[in-house]
């Protein structure tokens, strides 16, 4: 079993920039490949990015691709999601999700999922 813990998000300005964390549970992190998602008020829950377990791959959707970067610390149990240049379109709940295999962009695909925390930017 895994259990994945996000930090706390935030309110920021546009064009501010703020780090997530998200630290699993377990001793298999390393194996697992781990993605960000969101979700906005009235809106499906969308892909962010993913990272693999071999390789450390990165994926990306197109509306973070340049402002956004994932990274993970196998020693720490953690994956990031770097976001600079926040807009405020990018308000949301953030989702850390895992899955084993390789990473993918379709949420059906993740079986372990944080608890999201909230990223508001204002205009």
């Not at 298999?28 to 829950?45: I, N, V």
């Not at 807009?87 to 999922?113: F, I, K, Q, S």
Request: proline share 2%; aromatic share 12%; net charge positive.
């Amino acid at each position: 079993q895994v259990q994945l813990v996000e930090s706390a998000g935030g309110l920021v300005q546009a064009g501010d920039s703020l780090r997530l964390s998200c630290v699993a549970s377990g001793r298999s992190f390393s194996t697992l490949s781990m993605g960000w998602f969101r979700q906005a008020p009235g809106k499906e829950r969308e892909f962010i990015a993913a990272i693999s377990w071999v390789g450390a791959k990165t994926y990306y959707a197109d509306s973070v691709k340049g402002r956004f970067t994932i990274s993970r610390d196998n020693a720490k149990n953690a994956v990031y999601l770097q976001m600079n240049s926040l807009r405020p379109e990018d308000t949301a709940v953030y989702y850390c999700a895992a899955r084993r295999n390789g990473a993918t962009t379709d949420a059906l695909d993740y079986g372990y999922w944080g608890q999201g925390t909230q990223v508001t930017v204002s205009s």
